[in-house]
């Protein structure tokens, strides 16, 4: 047999020592194939992809853009500002409002991760996405280009990031001026002022329980305009509506009102029932219909939560009108108090809580 030549040999020496130090860290650890994986490099920069469909609306479907969505989200908080990244929008025909802001909140949060650079690759499936990007100054936020909020002088109001009551009378202001042109009466005024101020204050309140500056407790918002309805959607990135309800000094007073066969099911199984004993037992999509109904035992031991309210009123007088909260694991879909709100299951849990309305403009 033909000797091997020494170089060969030691090539190999090496590669079986390469493999049993391998072993040795791997020694113990099960394999996960569904392990997360972090973003694929090329020539030392991040490549982080938006999925074709981006948006969220698809959760209860065998469509996979939800999942995508929510990885891409994933993506952006590991590398964003921590590598050079490249946010990749090629293959992006499709962006809902919702996931936009989701998006945009994903990136302003993971500014603080560093200094790493960022570029932009646009779409060249939807000219319409490559316009949403810039309009919503999403392309500045990745850039890291300086800009100011402008609430008046034109119908669109780019992606607001606020905390505690920052900017609510210049978006209570921007949509009475703005998009009904000064014509909304007293009382939708009234209402649209309860609802966003409401749904911002309970951000400042409950979102964020273990951070005591107000100045932290950070939401989203976005107001846009579509075919003469108003898309509205407010974003936190809290513990998420399932987790503060069952806070609620009301709570299992009112689960025992508001959904009596639930509630006896589980006295049934669990007599003397209390809060923090039944939460895992209730879906997340229930326990957020039990925050918007509120304390509805006359108790009067939360005065807050009226912006629940102010929104299912504008929501039901209007034919088209669709209320949307996604939070943790759950969904809840209402349309008018006429009809019970739809309940889902998402399929992976969702970061935060997002609510979302949209009204027929006059």
Known sequence: MKTRHFKHRQIELSFRRRKFDLEIVRKGKKYNPFKKKPAPKLFGWRVIKAPPKLHIYDYKRTDVSYLQTMEFLRLIRLHFRRDPCKIDFTDTERASVAAMLVVYAAFDMAKGNGVAPATWISSTKSERVNTVVKRTNLLKLIQDDKFEYRFKGGDFL??????????IDDIVDHIQYQLYGNK??????????????ETINNVNRHAYPA??????????????????ELYLAIYDSG????KTVVEKTW?????????PKLYNELAAVQPGIEKQLIMPKIYDAMLIFLSMQGDITGTGEDKHGQGSKSIRK?????ATGHLLIFSNSGVYSFRDEGTSPELHNLPQAFPGTLIQWNIKLP
């Open 158 to 167: 780019p992606i607001v990031s606020g905390a505690s009551n920052l900017y």
């Open 239 to 242: 513990v998420g509506m399932p």
């Open 211 to 228: 951070e005591p500056l107000s100045e932290n407790k950070r939401w989203w918002l976005m107001c846009e305009v579509f075919d003469k």
């Open 314 to 318: 504008l929501v039901s007088e209007c």
């Open 184 to 197: 909304m009466n007293d009382e939708t005024e009234h209402a649209y002022g309860d609802a966003v101020s």
């Open 251 to 259: 709570f299992v007073s009112s689960l025992r009102k508001s959904s």
